[in-house]
């Protein structure tokens, strides 16, 4: 994954204001293994995708908010549709994907009675080198609702 777009990833991100991230970026993140590190300690799961599915980038966090399959698991060059387990987030990424589903906002509930959490997905798009990415952001707003 590119330096570009890692760094429009973490300005796209929720977490910080494009001001609090500007000054760090500039001057301490210079390579990728510093962007993957910030990426990796937000509190939202990232997942970029290319236009045909395929896993171009992901933090760590996705890890503790949706299931993924242990059998396939999750890496660069994935098919996303081969790496989430639950059915309705699996075929509304996928149908997003298709356009057969606008990119806005959807929650999902997940869990048991002993624990439910709300899941929502979020999508920003970004151009890097003149080719588009889906950026999934995936947040826990259990406590929000």
């Known amino acids: 994954m590119s330096n570009k777009l890692l760094k429009k990833m973490i300005l796209n ?13 500039e001057q301490e993140l210079k390579d990728s293994d510093m962007y993957e590190a910030v990426l990796d300690n937000l509190s939202e799961g990232h997942v ?21 399959s242990k059998a396939s698991g999750i890496e660069e060059g994935k098919n996303i549709g081969n790496v989430i387990i639950d059915k309705d987030m699996k075929k509304f990424i996928l149908d997003v994907i298709d356009g057969k589903e606008k990119p806005e906002p959807k929650d999902f509930t997940l869990g048991d009675m002993s624990e439910i959490r ?17 950026d999934v952001i995936i947040r826990d707003i259990s406590d929000v609702i």
């Open 118 to 134: 709300t899941i929502r997905f979020e999508f920003k798009r970004l151009l890097c080198e003149d080719e588009y990415y889906l």
């Open 13 to 25: 991100s929720a977490s910080f204001s494009k001001e609090e991230m500007l000054g760090p970026i």
């Open 48 to 68: 970029v995708i290319d236009r045909d599915g395929y896993v171009r980038f992901y933090n760590r966090t996705i890890f503790s908010l949706i299931p993924i």
